[in-house]
């Protein structure tokens, strides 16, 4: 297990660990790899935001924003659809993350979205925020 965590490729590892299952590793992959994370690996984090939203929101959460941050970065409007649901999932994880630690709030990380992103109302348009 700590073999696959010190892959350098995090995309690999996490594949491994949502096979295996290890819920628990997966979360503590994406926790510590964030900044590796390929947002368009959406066949790895849809199914590894899945597996970690009950016991470890924060996970969740950062797979989630992966995904919506190379939406947005890379305006790939096909994809704003799945980029709202994802935001209105973050949402709903939101009021069970009792800590962010070094990540931002959501409140925080939509108003950065809004900032850098506010142009794009066909994204807008699709959510609530």
Known sequence: MDHAAARPRVTPALGFFLDWPSPD????????????????HYE????????????????????LRAMIDFTLSKARSKRYGYAAQHLAECAALASR???????EPHATYVARLKQEHGRKYGFWSLTEA
């Open 25 to 40: 590793r997966a979360a503590r992959l994406l926790i510590d790899r964030h900044a590796e994370i390929n947002g368009d």
């Open 44 to 63: 790895f984090l849809v199914p590894a935001a899945e597996a970690t939203s009950e016991r470890h929101p924060l996970a969740a959460t950062l797979a």
């Open 97 to 103: 993350i009792e800590n962010y630690g070094a990540f």
